[in-house]
């Protein structure tokens, strides 16, 4: 039931950057906006940055001017390019996918999607 499959968490310092990755199927990648949350321990789930099948991203005002949401269309693949980390940031990464509708309102109506396993994003020195 997992739709995509998320890579690329890891610990890095303060300002650093990491490149998280998200593979899916043809089908899914072909037919489906995608997103990209985050949790932070104790937080509530939230959405990071959504992407459109015609490329139209969005931003969360928090990660705005320093994250970047991309598709490689060869792969399957969505990305998200995080530049300028902070501590702020430290969370465990999600991907998804459905319309952009869905997208917004998966945190709060989880049968809309299933949940992948995530990656963990550590910013710390």
């Known amino acids: 039931q997992v739709r995509a499959v998320e890579s690329g968490g890891g610990l890095v310092q303060p300002g650093g950057s990491l490149r998280l990755s998200c593979a899916t199927t043809?089908?899914?990648?072909?037919?489906?906006?995608m997103g990209w949350y985050r949790q932070a321990p104790g937080k509530q789930r939230e959405l990071v940055a959504t992407i459109t099948i015609s490329d139209s991203t969005n931003y969360a005002a928090s990660v705005k001017g320093r994250f970047r949401i991309s598709r490689d269309k060869t792969k399957s693949t969505v990305y998200l390019q995080m530049n300028s980390l902070e501590p702020e940031d430290t969370a465990v990464y999600y991907c998804?996918?459905?319309?952009?509708?869905?997208?917004?309102?998966?945190?709060?109506?989880?049968?809309?999607?299933?949940w992948g396993r995530g990656t963990q994003v550590t910013v710390s020195s």
């Open positions: 998804n996918a459905g319309s952009l509708s869905d997208l917004k309102r998966l945190i709060s109506d989880p049968t809309l999607s299933p």
């Open positions: 043809t089908s899914i990648f072909s037919s489906s906006a």
